[in-house]
C-alpha cells in the first residue's frame, strides 16, 4: 500500500490563481479530511468528506472547495488564492473518524502565495 | 450490500419539541451502529453507540433489528443540538472494517 500521496509536494502562486491539490489513499477508508498548518498553530480542519459524494465543512472552508467522486480521491480546489493561504496542508485518511480511529497523514503539500 | 439510510437531508425542529432523526439500514451480519455529530464548523465527533446504551446529551437511540433502524430520539430539542447528524454503521465482529455513514440529516432548531 502506498497510503495516501500529496501532490504536489511545493508550490509557489500569485494572488489570484487557482489550483488543485491532490490526495489519494489507497487503503480503502471513507474518511478523508484537510488540514492546513501553520507557524504556532495547531492543525485545523478545512473540509472532511465521509464517504463517496458527501462532504462537509471543517472549521476554516473559506476559499476552499473540495468533491469526493470516489472513495479514493479527495481533491481540494483554491479558487482565487491569497497570501493568508501560504501554509502547509496535510490530507488524512481513516476508517472512521471517532475517537481511537487511526488517522494516517500524507506528507503534505508546502504552499506559498506571493 | 452494506448501507445506510437517511430520509431527511433537513430536519426543523422547535425549541422544546420532540426530536426524532431517523435511519434505517440494510446489513446481513451483526452490526455495531452509530450517531455522529458535527456542530457549526467543528469536528465530526462521536455522539453514541447502540453497544454502550448510553444517553448524551439528552440523546437516546435504540436498535430495531426487527425494522432495521437506530432513530436517534431526544424528548426536548435544544438551540445548541442544531448540528449534523450522521447514522454509521460497522459489522460489529471486525472492528478493522470500514464504517459506512448515511447522508447526513441537517437539524435545525427553530426558537
Known amino acids: 500500500n502506498a497510503g495516501v500521496t500529496q501532490t504536489p509536494k511545493f508550490q509557489v502562486l500569485k494572488t489570484g490563481q487557482s489550483m488543485t491539490l491532490q490526495c489519494a489513499q489507497d487503503m480503502n477508508h471513507e474518511y478523508m479530511s484537510w488540514y492546513r498548518q501553520d507557524p504556532g498553530m495547531g492543525l485545523r480542519l478545512i473540509h472532511y468528506?465521509?464517504?463517496?459524494?458527501?462532504?462537509d465543512q471543517g472549521e476554516v472552508p473559506n476559499g476552499y472547495n473540495v468533491s469526493r467522486s470516489t472513495t479514493e480521491d479527495f481533491p481540494l480546489r483554491l479558487l482565487s488564492a491569497a497570501p493568508s493561504q501560504t501554509s502547509v496542508y496535510f490530507c488524512?485518511?481513516?476508517?472512521?473518524?471517532?475517537?481511537?480511529?487511526?488517522?494516517?497523514f500524507g506528507p503534505g503539500t508546502r504552499l506559498l502565495v506571493l | 450490500a452494506q448501507r445506510v439510510t437517511q430520509p431527511e437531508k433537513l430536519l426543523s425542529v422547535f425549541k422544546g419539541a420532540p426530536v426524532e432523526l431517523k435511519c434505517n439500514y440494510s446489513?446481513?451480519?451483526?452490526?455495531?451502529l452509530f450517531w455522529y455529530v458535527q456542530y457549526s464548523r467543528q469536528r465530526l465527533q462521536l455522539l453514541l453507540r447502540h453497544i454502550s446504551r448510553e444517553s448524551i446529551k439528552g440523546f437516546t437511540a435504540d436498535l430495531n433489528k426487527g425494522e432495521t433502524s437506530f432513530h436517534l430520539k431526544k424528548p426536548f430539542a435544544q438551540e445548541e443540538d442544531s448540528a449534523m447528524y450522521y447514522c454509521a454503521l460497522r459489522p460489529l465482529m471486525n472492528r478493522d472494517d470500514k464504517i459506512i455513514f448515511g447522508k447526513g440529516t441537517r437539524l435545525h432548531i427553530l426558537p
Open positions: 446489513y446481513s451480519g451483526s452490526p455495531e
Open positions: 468528506s465521509v464517504g463517496a459524494g458527501i462532504t
Open positions: 488524512a485518511s481513516s476508517y472512521g473518524p471517532g475517537e481511537g480511529e487511526t488517522q494516517y
